[in-house]
């Protein structure tokens, strides 16, 4: 069975800072890994995805992470943080099975101080 | 295109009284799925469907039962609703494919008393 661990249920960083969201996986096949963003009262919207194609994945809004398979890693960064980054942030690995269903890590919510 | 639609977005139900959550997508996609989310337990997957006239049961599914007639939408039923399942309700729907990005609804808020 595959799971997610988002290390860090709240994670507060100054405005400008460097934001580290972190996304530990297992999966007994190569995974399909994607980050989501909730804003509130808002549904997910897809940050970025892991494609096999590169290790460094580059999403919206200045968003990036890398696969780190001898980790089993996924962590989510951005250089510097901005007030409207403030959300809460799902690790999400696909099911390698035909159903293609999420599991999801139990979210990690960031606040930006100004 | 409106995406992945959900109604109502919020409702109070009543210990035993039942209730159909209703999930459209305008995209074409063949699978859907239904998740609830609680507070930091992340996501869960209640149903699913890989298409039409087919459904299945995911991690969570005691309480609920699901119908996918069109392949544009799904429906989620509560029979006879419980404290337990106060959650906030999410609709995905995503194409065929292996690491395909999953759409979701704005989510349904139910709470029951």
């Known amino acids: 069975a595959q799971s997610v661990t988002q290390l860090g249920s709240h994670v507060s960083v100054s405005e400008g800072a460097l934001v580290l969201l972190r996304c530990n996986y297992s999966?007994?096949?190569?995974?399909?890994l994607f980050w989501y963003v909730q804003y509130p009262n808002q549904g997910l919207q897809l940050l970025l995805k892991?494609?096999?194609?590169?290790?460094l994945v580059k999403g919206i809004n200045g968003f990036e992470a890398e696969f780190k398979k001898s980790e089993t890693s996924f962590h989510l960064t951005k250089p510097s943080a901005h007030m409207s980054d403030a959300a809460e942030y799902f690790c999400?690995?696909?099911?390698?099975?035909?159903?293609?269903?999420?599991?999801f890590g139990s979210g990690t919510r960031l606040q930006v101080q100004p | 295109n409106a995406g992945v639609t959900q109604t109502p977005k919020f409702r109070v139900l009543k210990t035993g009284q039942s209730m159909t959550l209703l999930c459209a997508q305008d995209?074409?996609?063949?699978?859907m799925y239904w998740y609830r989310q609680d507070p930091g337990m992340g996501l869960r997957l209640i149903h699913y469907?890989?298409?039409?006239?087919?459904?299945a049961k995911g991690e969570v599914p005691d309480g609920y039962n699901v119908s996918r007639l069109k392949k544009q939408n799904f429906l989620l039923g509560l029979e006879s609703a419980a404290p337990s399942q106060t959650s906030v309700y999410f609709c995905?729907?995503?194409?065929?494919?292996?690491?395909?990005?999953?759409?979701f609804g704005q989510g349904t808020r139910l709470t029951v008393v």
């Open positions: 995905a729907s995503t194409m065929r494919g292996g690491n395909t990005e999953a759409f």
């Open positions: 999966s007994s096949v190569p995974p399909y």
């Open positions: 892991y494609t096999s194609a590169a290790t």
């Open positions: 999400a690995v696909s099911d390698d099975t035909g159903r293609r269903a999420l599991t």
């Open positions: 995209m074409n996609h063949e699978y």
């Open positions: 469907s890989v298409g039409e006239g087919t459904t």
